[in-house]
């Protein structure tokens, strides 16, 4: 066995900072005043972790978004392909984060803490105006300082279309941003390596605070994560093909295994893109020239399980675990954070982590619990991306579909040894589009 702990796997780190958190919790928590005692000496390092997250995420998420809409500028006969796939994305994580609510909100996972919950703390409602006022703020500087994630999204958004608008002019501020968003990236994965001496303080302060038996729940909280992700695998899916599609779901499943299976047991979009881009191709039979386009940016901005449903059921779950109330206003903000705040996640490392803490804040709800969720967070990866690469699959079979890029004989037919060559196959009915728009950098 290794000893060099700085050696293994991040999530072999994971795992021991948080049995080591778990157990120095419960030592304190014996001692007798836990509370005290992690308040002097847990609590501030685990707030300056937290805060590190915080400060990342805005300026990462105005960078990608940025990048994102001006790297459209380039776009000509394929419009109308980028634009179907970014709406069917969009769509498709919205029904993720329906679903996670509406499970999250069945099993109550964060209930049954009642320590904890007789700790709730005051939060004032959530009004439709104050929500139009977070999308469209009067004040950007302030909006990135106070954390208006909503806010620089909207703002982003029209920053990019200004900057493809001017034309040439634009591309060199535009590269400018994309180096931004290169050292944000950089800068991310710094504070997720962080993430082992993180979890230890911010689970041991919850354990010295409350006693080991405060662990209990996450068994709920797992279980509602895979209710969530397999009814959105094995029901909103197949539906959407069957219906919009008009391929059978069935069929689609069992080409697209082998890259399920890959990313559940990888928990990797990133790692599982070359085996999902020769599934889509030689398996299910979409048009080279596309999935060569979309699987890669869904590879980066597509994650209905890290983006989606983990944080819709995690804001659930950290909501009845504090003793916060939520109205109607605070869950659709819950679901325009998940759905949108993808677009600002994708390609970074730990994007579940990052979509996380835009849900939390976006809705006011403490950080802090972030680190108790940590202590499962790789059991919960490994369905997470499997949703996810299931629905970086599902999307471009929908738009191809519609566009008359799908080989139905190489769907339908026999399928070959993925590490064979190219399938051949014949024409599609429609030409492929000449260019394609660059998807974004992971």
């Given at each position: 066995?290794?000893?060099?702990?700085?050696?293994?796997?991040?999530w072999?780190?994971?795992?021991?900072?948080l049995?080591l958190?778990?157990?120095?919790?419960?030592?304190m928590?014996?001692?007798?005043?836990?509370e005290?005692?992690?308040?002097?000496?847990?609590?501030p390092?685990?707030d300056?972790?937290?805060?590190?997250?915080?400060v990342?995420?805005?300026?990462?998420?105005?960078?990608?978004?940025?990048?994102s809409v001006?790297?459209?500028r380039?776009?000509?006969?394929?419009?109308?392909?980028?634009?179907?796939?970014?709406?069917w994305?969009?769509a498709?994580?919205?029904i993720?984060t329906?679903i996670?609510?509406?499970?999250?909100?069945?099993?109550?996972?964060?209930k049954?803490l009642g320590?904890?919950?007789?700790e709730?703390t005051?939060t004032?409602?959530?009004t439709?105006?104050?929500?139009?006022?977070?999308?469209?703020?009067?004040?950007?500087v302030?909006?990135?300082?106070?954390?208006?994630?909503?806010?620089v999204?909207?703002?982003a958004?029209?920053?990019?279309?200004?900057l493809?608008?001017i034309g040439d002019?634009?591309?060199?501020?535009?590269g400018?941003?994309?180096?931004?968003?290169?050292?944000m990236?950089?800068?991310v994965?710094?504070?997720?390596?962080?993430t082992?001496?993180?979890s230890?303080?911010?689970i041991?302060?919850?354990?010295?605070?409350y006693?080991?038996s405060?662990?209990s729940?996450l068994?709920?909280?797992?279980g509602?994560?895979?209710?969530?992700?397999a009814?959105?695998?094995?029901?909103?899916y197949?539906?959407?093909?069957r219906?919009f599609?008009?391929?059978?779901?069935?069929?689609?499943?069992?080409?697209s295994?082998p890259?399920?299976?890959?990313?559940?047991?990888s928990?990797s979009?990133?790692?599982?893109?070359?085996?999902a881009?020769?599934v889509?191709?030689?398996r299910?039979?979409?048009?080279?020239?596309?999935?060569?386009?979309a699987?890669?940016?869904?590879?980066t901005?597509?994650?209905?399980?890290?983006?989606a449903?983990y944080?819709?059921?995690a804001?659930i779950f950290?909501?009845?675990?504090?003793g916060?109330?939520?109205g109607?206003?605070?869950?659709?903000?819950i679901a325009?954070?998940?759905?949108?705040?993808?677009?600002?996640?994708?390609?970074?490392?730990g994007p579940?982590?990052?979509?996380?803490?835009l849900?939390?804040?976006?809705v006011?709800?403490?950080?802090?619990?972030?680190?108790y969720l940590?202590?499962i967070?790789?059991?919960i990866?490994?369905?997470?991306?499997?949703?996810?690469v299931?629905?970086q699959?599902?999307?471009?079979?929908?738009?191809a579909r519609?566009?008359?890029?799908?080989?139905?004989k190489v769907?339908?037919?026999?399928?070959?040894?993925?590490?064979?060559?190219?399938t051949?196959?014949?024409?599609?009915?429609?030409?492929?589009?000449?260019?394609a728009p660059?998807p974004?950098?992971?």
């Amino acid at each position: 066995m290794n000893l060099r702990v700085w050696k293994w796997q991040f999530w072999q780190q994971i795992v021991l900072s948080l049995v080591l958190g778990v157990i120095a919790g419960a030592l304190m928590n014996n001692l007798g005043d836990g509370e005290k005692i992690a308040g002097n000496w847990l609590d501030p390092f685990g707030d300056v972790y937290v805060s590190l997250l915080k400060v990342v995420v805005v300026p990462l998420v105005f960078a990608a978004i940025v990048v994102s809409v001006g790297r459209l500028r380039n776009v000509g006969s394929v419009a109308r392909l980028t634009a179907k796939t970014l709406g069917w994305f969009v769509a498709t994580s919205a029904i993720a984060t329906a679903i996670g609510l509406a499970v999250g909100l069945i099993i109550e996972p964060g209930k049954g803490l009642g320590k904890l919950a007789s700790e709730s703390t005051e939060t004032d409602a959530v009004t439709w105006t104050q929500v139009l006022h977070n999308l469209f703020p009067s004040n950007i500087v302030k909006a990135m300082s106070e954390g208006n994630v909503l806010g620089v999204v909207t703002f982003a958004v029209l920053f990019g279309a200004a900057l493809v608008a001017i034309g040439d002019r634009g591309e060199r501020l535009t590269g400018l941003i994309d180096d931004l968003y290169l050292v944000m990236q950089k800068v991310v994965w710094w504070v997720v390596r962080l993430t082992p001496i993180g979890s230890f303080f911010l689970i041991g302060s919850v354990v010295a605070t409350y006693g080991p038996s405060s662990l209990s729940p996450l068994a709920k909280f797992t279980g509602a994560i895979y209710l969530a992700v397999a009814i959105m695998l094995f029901v909103g899916y197949p539906v959407l093909l069957r219906v919009f599609g008009r391929v059978s779901p069935l069929t689609f499943l069992r080409n697209s295994w082998p890259a399920i299976q890959f990313g559940f047991v990888s928990s990797s979009s990133l790692a599982t893109l070359p085996i999902a881009q020769k599934v889509q191709i030689e398996r299910n039979g979409v048009q080279t020239e596309y999935a060569s386009f979309a699987q890669p940016l869904g590879a980066t901005i597509k994650f209905d399980g890290c983006g989606a449903i983990y944080p819709a059921v995690a804001a659930i779950f950290v909501a009845q675990y504090t003793g916060v109330h939520l109205g109607i206003a605070d869950y659709a903000l819950i679901a325009l954070a998940a759905v949108i705040g993808q677009l600002g996640t994708g390609g970074t490392p730990g994007p579940a982590l990052v979509a996380l803490t835009l849900t939390l804040t976006t809705v006011g709800l403490p950080l802090q619990a972030v680190g108790y969720l940590i202590a499962i967070d790789k059991v919960i990866d490994m369905a997470r991306t499997a949703l996810n690469v299931t629905g970086q699959l599902t999307v471009p079979v929908l738009v191809a579909r519609s566009e008359g890029l799908l080989d139905e004989k190489v769907f339908n037919g026999r399928k070959g040894d993925l590490t064979s060559g190219p399938t051949e196959r014949p024409a599609p009915a429609e030409p492929a589009p000449k260019t394609a728009p660059k998807p974004a950098t992971a």
